[in-house]
């Protein structure tokens, strides 16, 4: 069951928290998604499993959180995360972020260096207002756009939803592959080659942008964009495990 986080003159927040020890793991799903698909309830499984702790919430708009979904921004969400980060998370965090995820991972490490230790990125879609939308308008989506302040975008997992024009043009503010990130952070990426909702060039463009040097960017072959099939969580967990090493080891030289 979720708990409820409820903020003043915002929208409430949905999440689920497991206590255990540091660094815990903070799930962060995609655009149009949830805390409670696949990859969450398998981090969770493990972290219960290995007491570690363990944090995922419903963005504003989205699963069982407050808001409308159709009203929402990249800046709307980033506030999401300011407040679970000041009232939620109690000790450092490696982010998994998931798709948009991944973006929301970066912007997290920015606002809160003191407290993400690590990225793992699975399907990391940074930028995909820009890059993987607007770049790639068709005349009818943006006379939509023009004349409506929105287009409905396909989705091969369930209704069309709705794309805003204020959603485009206020990402513009929180883009992170405009210029180098100085995260100095671990960053693991996963990929699936047959992705064709991200292309893995986005993740790749993430790597190149990453001034620390522990950054790297696993392929997986045949893998598709949700990355949810058992061979693509052993992919994860195992990811997982290799970067708790890591900040253990950084921890204690």
């Known amino acids: 069951m979720s708990s409820i986080f409820q ?6 927040l949905a999440y689920h928290k497991i206590e255990g020890r540091s660094p815990g793991i903070l799930f962060l799903h995609g655009f149009n998604s949830d ?4 990859k969450a309830q398998e981090l969770a499984a493990w972290c219960r499993t290995n007491n570690h702790a363990f944090l ?16 929402s921004t990249i800046g709307v969400w980033r506030q999401d995360l300011v407040d679970v ?7 450092p965090v490696i982010c998994v972020g998931s798709s948009m995820g991944g973006w929301m991972s970066v912007l997290a490490a920015q606002d809160n260096p003191h407290k993400v230790c690590g990225i793992i990125g699975v399907a990391a879609a940074p930028d995909f207002t820009t890059e993987l939308i607007a770049k790639r308008l068709s005349a009818e989506q943006n006379l939509a756009l023009e004349k409506n302040g929105y287009f409905l975008r396909p989705s091969m997992y369930g209704a069309p939803y709705p794309i805003t024009l204020k959603l485009i043009e206020e990402s513009q503010n929180h883009l992170v592959l ?20 991200v292309p893995w060039e986005c993740s790749l463009a993430l790597v190149e942008k990453w001034l620390d040097p522990r950054a ?33 080891l950084q921890g204690s030289s």
Do not use: W, Y
Request: proline share 6%; hydrophobic share 35%.
């Open 7 to 12: 903020r003043p003159n915002l929208p409430h």
């Open 35 to 38: 805390k409670d698909g696949v």
């Open 85 to 91: 980060f000041t009232h939620l998370v109690d000790q």
């Open 216 to 248: 790297n960017l696993n392929l997986i072959k045949g893998g598709d964009h949700r990355l949810n099939e058992p061979s693509d969580i052993r992919f994860l967990l195992n990811a997982v495990e290799k970067m708790l090493e890591e900040v253990r």
């Open 178 to 197: 405009t210029k180098p990130i100085n995260c100095r952070i671990p960053l693991s990426l996963l990929h699936g080659l047959n992705d064709v909702d």
């Open 56 to 71: 995922c919430f419903d963005h504003t708009g989205h699963g069982e959180s407050g808001g409308e979904f159709a009203n």
